[in-house]
Structure formats: structure tokens, C-alpha cells
Nanobody, 123 residues
């Protein structure tokens, strides 16, 4: 069983910074891509950033230059440093990971999601 647990959300004023974290736990063999998505009220969930196991990153245009995704493979943890926050960044932020694990018979890869953490940016 694999779990992703996010932490670090909260309320911040526009122009401020927050860092959210997501730790994966369980019987993990290897984690491939990890990432962050967000969903604002009344909107579809959208990709924010992804990072490969080798450290290659990808960002949504709306956060480029303001957000930085990173990971600590030894801790199975992904981070999202958010700077110069805007009210339109307000959303529930979800982490996800493609996790390889041994199911007792063979290695299997499944996508897992965290429960989400609220980020609210006030104007």
C-alpha cells in the first residue's frame, strides 16, 4: 500500500511565498515522475509542475519563473516552492507520483494521489 501525504498549505498575502511538501510511504521500489496539480473552485484540475526521477522539470506557463519543483529521492518527497503568489494561485494543490512496487508477483507501476492541501492567496 502506498500513500502520499501533503503538508505546508495555508493562507498567504499576494506576493508572498509558501512551500508545500508531499511524502510517499509504503512498499515502494522506485518512484518515476512526481508532480503537482491544482484545482480551483469551479475549475478543472490543472497541471502545475512535474519532475522526473532524474530531475528534469516541466511547468505550466502560468507558474514559470515563480514556482520551483524539487524532490528528495532518498526521502520519497516532492516539494513545490511557490514565490510571488497571486490570488489566482488559490486552489487545492494535489501531489501525484508514478510508483513502482512489488505486488508479490511482479513489479507494478500505478499512479497515486495525495489528499490535497489548500493554498489561499489574499489580495
Amino acid at each position: 500500500q502506498v500513500q502520499l501525504v501533503e503538508s505546508g498549505g495555508g493562507l498567504v498575502q499576494a506576493g508572498g511565498s509558501l512551500r508545500v511538501s508531499c511524502a510517499a510511504s509504503g512498499t515502494i521500489y522506485h518512484i518515476n515522475d512526481m508532480g503537482w496539480h491544482r484545482q480551483a473552485p469551479g475549475k478543472q484540475r490543472e497541471l502545475v509542475a512535474t519532475i522526473s526521477s532524474g530531475g528534469s522539470t516541466n511547468y505550466a506557463d502560468s507558474v514559470k519563473g515563480r514556482f520551483t519543483i524539487s524532490r528528495d529521492n532518498a526521502k520519497n518527497t516532492v516539494y513545490l516552492q511557490m514565490n510571488s503568489l497571486k490570488p489566482e494561485d488559490t486552489a487545492v494543490y494535489y501531489c501525484n507520483a508514478d510508483v513502482q512496487y512489488w505486488n508479490g508477483f511482479f513489479l507494478r507501476t500505478d499512479a497515486y494521489w495525495g489528499q490535497g492541501t489548500q493554498v489561499t492567496v489574499s489580495s
